[in-house]
């Protein structure tokens, strides 16, 4: 009776152990990292690309198109344990409700989400590469595949290109919401195909090619930034994801490889061959939707949203602006008088300026357009369309954008400075919301007159390609 009761206990606490360890996976990098070192832990001597091949099994990811450049036969891969093998299934298997919840992503500590098919799938080919930089497949697996679903013309489809979405917890995300209708090829996924090429070809170097799988993801999504933030940073962490994609890739020779991936599915579906005057309507449209896919993941800032950070809502009805703007003008913040470094950080500074902005101030929202941290992402205030508080008299008719910290005496980050100056100054022209001939004008948060003894004003007066600064 004893030894029947002793092995009743020992099944009890193996399900219980196999439960609990199944319920402390959420939906975060670190949680799928986690999951990941215990596929590596069940075999020590194994290598990333047998890891690899063993989560793709367990996410049922092997369709032709990527046998075709995989190789593939993951008959002889082994299983993983049930409750493991769940959990990479549905933390990889990607798929967009009815509900416009979409499946198959993680938020990453950078604040952003990324799907995590496309950026396996691209570490994968980059693993098998013979030669460092000709990664056979990596632009078709990681993200022309899902390009050319999406730019293609189709007069049921009113969206090419995302949206992004929020997170229901952020400290244990379980379930991720579109903001707007989704399209055949969302933010995430964008996300997860740039770090997929950027990874890909990192690791198709031999030199560099990782020990182990985890190590690789750790160290590009959970590098914690130290005083000068970005300024020096290491090249391959995800902050840098835009920039690095940025560097490597040319458009119209991604154009091509979506073109080539529409060709190749046709042709592994036993389609006869597109003709040649077939081919070039398809580059000509690929081409124009590349244009949307430019200006919203290249010229672009990364912009984390609202729900994200945690904003409370607008009080009454917002003011909508009347597009073009003809000026930005540039603050920073006195209260916080740090610079942030992390999301985290960042979202609480936000947070806290918001609360100030309608409670002490009596405002309807925080007051700026967007907010620029250090951490490397801007995050959106009232946004393009809604009206701010930020300049006295020039509400109406300019985008108010602010850094967090102070910086009368000192200069904020050179990367933070670029993501205004540059990209998010670009975006703007390119999107039409602002035009091109436009003037900066420097200020402190908590007062709406310029401080020319700034440090931060006088470096404005040196961004020559906007203008003079207006006193």
């Not at 990811?61 to 190789?71: K, S």
């Not at 007069?155 to 399209?183: A, E, H, I, K, M």
């Not at 930005?328 to 960042?346: A, D, G, R, V, Y």
């Not at 393009?384 to 985008?399: E, K, M």
Request: hydrophobic share 35%; with cysteine.
């Amino acid at each position: 009776m004893d030894r029947v009761c002793w092995k009743l206990s020992l099944v009890f606490l193996v399900l219980l152990v196999s439960t609990c360890v199944e319920a402390s996976f959420s939906y975060r990098m670190e949680d799928f990292i986690s999951a990941i070192k215990q596929v590596e832990d069940e075999d020590p001597g194994s290598e990333p690309l047998a890891v690899l091949k063993r989560l793709r099994r367990a996410a049922e990811v092997n369709d032709p198109f990527i046998q075709y450049f995989l190789f593939s036969d993951l008959s002889g891969v082994p299983e993983l344990a049930a409750n493991l093998s769940d959990y990479i299934r549905k933390a990889v298997h990607h798929r967009v409700t009815e509900d416009a919840k979409e499946e198959g992503v993680v938020l990453t500590p950078d604040g952003t989400t990324v799907a995590l098919r496309p950026l396996l799938l691209g570490i994968e080919a980059g693993l098998l590469a013979k030669t460092r930089g000709r990664v056979r497949g990596l632009y078709l697996l990681a993200l022309a595949r899902d390009l050319g679903l999406s730019l293609r013309q189709s007069p049921t489809v009113t969206r090419r290109l995302g949206p992004d979405g929020c997170w229901d917890n952020l400290s244990s995300p379980q379930v991720f919401t579109l903001s707007d209708s989704p399209s055949l090829l969302t933010t995430a996924q964008v996300n997860g195909g740039m770090d997929g090429v950027v990874l890909g070809l990192e690791v198709s170097d031999k030199s560099r090619r990782p020990l182990k799988l985890s190590s690789l993801l750790t160290e590009y999504y959970c590098h914690q930034l130290e005083g000068k933030g970005l300024d020096t940073a290491p090249r391959l962490i995800s902050r840098r994801r835009r920039e690095n994609f940025r560097q490597l890739v040319v458009p119209l020779l991604l154009a091509r490889q979506v073109v080539k991936s529409v060709q190749l599915q046709q042709s592994l579906t036993g389609q006869s061959d597109m003709e040649r005057k077939e081919k070039k309507v398809l580059m000509r449209e690929v081409k124009e939707g590349m244009k949307e896919f430019v200006h919203m993941y290249m010229d672009c800032p990364p912009i984390v949203p609202r729900c994200m950070w945690g904003a409370k809502p607008y009080i009454g009805t917002p003011t909508n602006l009347s597009l073009p703007l003809s000026f930005m003008f540039i603050h920073h913040t006195s209260t916080p008088s740090k610079p942030c470094l992390t999301f985290e950080q960042c979202s609480a500074d936000m947070r806290s300026m918001q609360r100030f902005h309608q409670e002490d101030r009596g405002w309807d929202d925080i007051g700026y357009s967007f907010v620029a941290g250090s951490d490397g992402n801007i995050y959106e205030g009232r946004g393009w369309y809604w009206q701010g508080a930020h300049t006295l008299g020039y509400n109406s008719v300019g985008y108010g954008v602010s850094f967090i910290g102070d910086y009368s005496s000192i200069l904020p980050s050179q990367h933070a400075m670029e993501l205004v100056r540059d990209q998010l100054a670009s975006c703007a022209i390119i999107g039409g919301r602002l035009i091109p001939t436009f003037t900066l004008r420097g200020h402190r948060q908590m007062v709406n007159t310029a401080c020319p003894g700034d440090a931060l004003y006088s470096e404005i007066k040196t961004w020559k390609h906007f203008g003079d600064v207006q006193k």
